[in-house]
């Protein structure tokens, strides 16, 4: 065996095809990957001679800050939190100094210590970051990669993935930063890419667990399907013409052919059934009994039945009844594992709305050190430093403006649209955009205290909050299984007690064959079918659901909150109103004209409204020389030769420019949501202009739907009251929640589902993705940022609110469907429970038997089948305005 | 009737009993207070003409926060008190107060107000 210079794993000399003769020496290589990096730089790895392979140490040490310990119970509290992982050996707790010493053994990770710290209410020092390194290719690569980086003091612990060329490192941020991390894997030879790689979040680990169990259905349906087919064949070999002579009833032949076919069935239980044994057990240590219950006893008895039916036919009183239920097990276990395959599927992409956000964050700062700006990565941006943004840039972090102004787009945080002017003593806020100006702020919140991590954080806890919903087949298989069992119970006392002799034979093949018929095999599809169907129906009509649950609480909403920017309006100023001043010479579009020529040259959020406005009514632009901006106050210029002045109340005040004439039309325009501007000609009024964010057109009538279909509609904003009042009336919504701050929107809805409803949330914003994970069904607008969209179970691709009255109608169409398919799953068993009882002996002698067991299984499967393809035929249904 | 019809006839009846009182005789099992970021155990409690939800599971040795929001005026619900942890809380209308503890042993604890006309427990498990 030859050893790989450059990753140091073993490699046979004659079969690999990466080799490579340098100097007097042949080098073998276990990859292109590490031939390649040899080839780059040979004398490095031909020199290095035997690779240095790095040993892992079995026993590791930790010395972690921790804040927090100085309450009473603290030292025993980490001990017994630590003492619970497994291979822990010693711990150490240092109060003065905060430290936590910890000597453990694996499995336990670094990683492991910190959560277990974490859990017990203490706040580690540690901080992790990713890197994402280029050309790792081999195993033993990472090993050098680890040892290097735990080399360095300050680092716990290490962990390169190869698969996703990440490392993961653990640290303390007071001894090593970030850059030397990324220099210590430099010097090992590895190129690391520029940004942090975002941490994987649990829900990636979900979708993929969720693949790789809907590929383990499906090899267990196409199993239970193949065996199912053999066994609905010979089950009834007289029903076929050849057959019928090659194995007839009764024979020796067909009762050897039976004794397989039971190996098989009890493979196919074995194999493809397991996880309605398991979950009854589970759902009996819970006192319920769920759908696993009544599958995992139906086809249970079915094959013992039918097992000594076949091995012992001499006890059974009649020939009859030494027929086998194979079938039965076999078929319904493969259907109802098909239907668990379909829901798993439906359940649908999981939300990766804190990836989104964090993909936000800038990705590097440019601080003030030492008096020269130096650009830093976000996360060594301390407290105190002086951070420079310029015109277009996103602020890092949260902050103080000390110094420069400038408008700043907060539309992803705080939900507004109309950028915020920012003067000295103003509060920025990270991750939002910065406009116009540049300026200089003192970070007061990094990490993660900032705005963004605070809804990092309230999104995470809300989707945890969660609870999932039970299933209807749940639900229904609660009752219906006890129900059966009682059933079978009083069958076999009736019939010991009354029924013919052998009594004890006839009251066991009763009571056992009623728990046969009693279970439905389309019971598994009778929900995933029609909610697939749901979904797709969802597609069609420009509606995204996530998945089957979001599709099922849909329907038992009973409140909705609508987020009233972006969602009731479009999100974004128009201009609404033109007033002249009582005695002005001037028209409409006169003051128009000037007030756009005005403000054509500035940069005030507002402006573009005015300018658009007047592009609109199709006027011509004026030209305007001097223009010159009063911040806080104004704009002002002379516009074909007259000067122009546009501003607020304070702008006129300060010009002596009388507006008492039009004082009160600014209050009723004020009063209606809208923001009012004067403009004034010649230092007299001319007139009002006002912008605002108009009710998108359907709004009014959407919200009317809604109450039709009963629900309470709800509208929260962050404006203040009057202007929330004000768009309020106009789509006549009567609760009103204004002025919630970002952060309590999750809270509103809280409070609305302690009130016993199942509360709906329609939203756009980041600031809305907490309420929308904390909310029953959360509804985004597809027009909206993408956070709010992954944090919401259903997306309205139009941005209409009419998507949301269609959302409603599809899932209640759609669980009526499910309701129609449960009946029809049901029914023919349920029918066939009577003649199981033998209701129907005294007349003609009728018992079950496995051809009407199979009869009731196709019609069953049938009808589910139909009836859930009867809702593709939906169409949504006109509410009265 | 035969002594083993009267046999058969008691011990169905006796099994019909059984399975009434195993799945459909049991208690609610409460709501679970749900694991969050910060290390607590949280859940929120409505305090409106009694506690909702009135029986909160949690897991023993973490720590668990309780967010009262009291809705209403009524008088005695304005203080709630856990006598096992010697603990008691002021409820101002409106307001959400968390109520922090730290169950060390698994068992069930009542909380209520102080006249006891609301009642709730704490399932440690």
Not at chain 1, 166 to 189: M, N
Request: proline letters at 6%.
């Amino acid at each position: 065996m030859a050893i790989d210079p450059v990753c140091g794993m073993e490699v046979d000399e004659k079969s690999t095809p990466w080799k490579r003769p340098y100097g007097d020496r042949e080098f073998y290589f276990c990859s292109p990957g590490c031939l390649d990096a040899f080839d780059a730089d040979p004398a490095r790895y031909a020199q290095a001679g035997t690779p240095r392979i790095a040993t892992r140490i079995p026993s590791s040490h930790l010395r972690i800050p921790v804040a927090g310990l100085e309450r009473p119970d603290g030292i025993s509290r980490i001990e017994t939190a630590l003492g619970a992982l497994t291979g822990m050996k010693r711990t150490a707790v240092n109060v003065e100094s905060d430290l936590v010493e910890v000597h453990y053994d694996a499995p336990t990770t670094a990683t492991e210590v910190v959560e277990a710290l974490r859990t017990a209410g203490f706040t580690p020092g540690v901080a992790r970051t990713r890197f994402e390194i280029k050309s790792v290719y081999c195993a033993s690569c990472v090993l050098f990669i680890e040892e290097a980086l735990k080399q360095r003091s300050g680092v716990l612990a290490a962990s390169v993935n190869p698969a996703e060329s990440v490392a993961d490192v653990l640290y303390e941020p007071r001894l090593v930063d970030v850059g030397s991390l990324k220099r210590a894997i430099e010097e090992q030879g590895y190129a690391v890419a520029e940004a942090a790689a975002p941490t994987p979040t649990g829900l990636e680990k979900q979708e993929h667990e969720r693949s790789s169990e809907y590929r383990r259905l499906m090899r267990k349906w196409w199993f239970g399907a193949g065996v199912s087919t053999f066994t609905m064949i010979f089950s009834y070999p007289w029903l076929f013409p050849y057959l019928r002579d090659l194995l007839p009833r009764g024979s020796e032949q067909l009762r050897y052919l039976w004794m397989f076919m039971g190996v098989l069935t009890l493979a196919v239980m074995a194999y493809s059934g397991s996880q309605f044994f398991t979950g009854m057990v589970r759902s009996l240590r819970h006192r319920t009994a769920d759908m696993h219950t009544l599958i995992a006893v139906g086809t249970g008895v079915a094959w013992v039945y039918s097992t000594i039916a076949v091995l012992f036919p001499q006890i059974f009183p009649a020939a009859a009844f030494t027929e086998v239920y194979y079938d039965v097990t076999s078929v319904v276990t493969a259907l109802v594992v098909l239907g668990l395959a379909m829901e798993v599927k439906a359940k649908g992409r999981t939300s990766e709305a804190i990836k989104k956000l964090i993909g936000l964050q800038a990705k590097t700062a440019r601080v003030v050190r030492n008096g020269r700006e130096i650009d830093i990565p976000v996360e060594e941006v301390l407290v105190g430093d002086t951070v420079v943004v310029r015109p277009g840039e996103k602020i890092p972090v949260d902050g103080e403006l000390t110094d420069g102004a400038s408008a700043v787009d907060e539309s992803m945080i705080t939900g507004e649209s109309i950028p915020v002017e920012k003067h000295v003593g103003d509060e920025v806020i990270g991750a939002t955009l910065n406009k116009t100006g540049s300026f200089r702020f003192r970070a007061t919140k990094v990490g993660k205290e900032t705005a963004l991590a605070n809804i990092i954080r309230m999104v995470q806890d809300a989707q945890a909050t969660k609870v999932p919903i039970q299933r209807v087949v749940d639900v229904v298989s609660s009752y219906f299984t006890p129900a059966v069992m009682i059933l079978a119970i009083i069958g076999f006392v009736v019939w010991y007690d009354f029924g013919p002799p052998p009594a004890i034979a006839y009251a066991l093949i009763v009571a056992v064959t009623t728990l046969i018929i009693a279970c439905p095999c389309a019971l598994g599809m009778a929900t995933p079918m029609s909610l697939t169907t749901g979904i797709g129906l969802g597609a069609t009509h420009g509606i995204l659901i996530r998945g089957g649950e979001a599709l099922q609480t849909t329907k038992g909403l009973n409140a909705i909150i609508l987020d009233k920017t972006g969602t009731i309006t479009h999100g974004k100023p128009v201009l609404t109103d033109v007033v002249p001043a009582p005695g002005t010479s001037l028209s409409r579009d006169a003051i128009l004209q000037r007030a756009a020529a005005v403000e054509e040259g500035s940069e005030h959020p507002l402006a573009a409204a005015i300018v658009e406005g007047a592009q609109e009514r199709g006027l011509t632009r004026a030209k305007a020389q001097g223009f010159n901006a009063i911040p806080g106050h104004g704009v002002e210029a002379v516009v074909q030769g007259r000067p122009t002045l546009l501003g607020n109340l304070k702008l006129m005040t300060d010009r002596q420019i009388d507006v008492a004439a039009l004082e009160p039309q600014a209050r009723i325009l004020a009063g209606e949501g809208k923001t009012p501007m004067y403009v004034a000609v010649d230092g007299k009024a001319a007139g009002i202009v006002a912008v605002a964010d108009t009710v998108k057109g359907d709004s009014a009538s959407a919200v009317r739907a809604l109450q039709q279909l009963g629900l309470e509609v709800v509208m929260i904003t962050g404006d203040n009251a009057r202007t929330a009042q004000a768009i309020a009336r106009q789509v006549g919504i009567e609760r009103v929640m204004a002025e919630v701050l970002p952060q309590d929107k999750a809270l509103q809805v809280q409070k609305l589902q302690l009130e016993g409803k199942k509360v709906g949330m329609v939203g756009d914003g980041i600031n809305d993705a907490p309420a929308l994970a904390q909310a029953d069904v959360g509804f985004a607008i597809g027009t909206g940022t993408d956070v709010a969209i992954e944090a919401s179970d259903i997306t309205l691709i139009k941005g209409s609110l009419k998507g949301v009255v269609l959302a409603i109608q599809i899932s209640r169409a759609t669980l009526r469907n499910v309701y129609q398919n449960l009946v029809g799953a049901f029914i023919y068993n349920t029918a066939g429970i009577p003649v199981a009882l033998g209701v129907l002996y005294p007349f003609i002698g009728m018992l079950l038997s496995p051809i009407l067991a199979a009869a009731a299984m196709s019609f069953s499967s049938v009808t589910v089948i139909g009836n859930a393809n009867r809702l593709k035929r939906w169409r949504p249904k006109e509410v009265m305005p | 009737m035969t002594p083993d019809q009267i046999g058969v006839t008691v011990g169905g009846l006796a099994a019909i009993v059984f399975i009434v009182w195993f799945f459909w005789m049991k208690k609610a099992p409460g709501t679970r207070a749900a694991a969050l970021s910060s290390g607590y155990q949280e859940v929120m409690i409505l305090v409106k003409g009694g506690y909702t939800p009135d029986v909160i599971v949690v897991e023993h040795g973490k720590p668990v926060r309780l967010n009262f929001r009291r809705e209403e005026t009524a008088g005695c619900s304005d203080t709630v008190v856990f006598p096992d942890f010697g603990k008691s809380a002021l409820l101002p209308t409106g307001e959400t107060v968390a109520v922090e503890l730290l169950p060390q042993q698994p068992g069930e604890y009542p909380f209520a107000c102080p006249m006891g006309m609301f009642r709730g427990r704490l399932i440690v498990e």
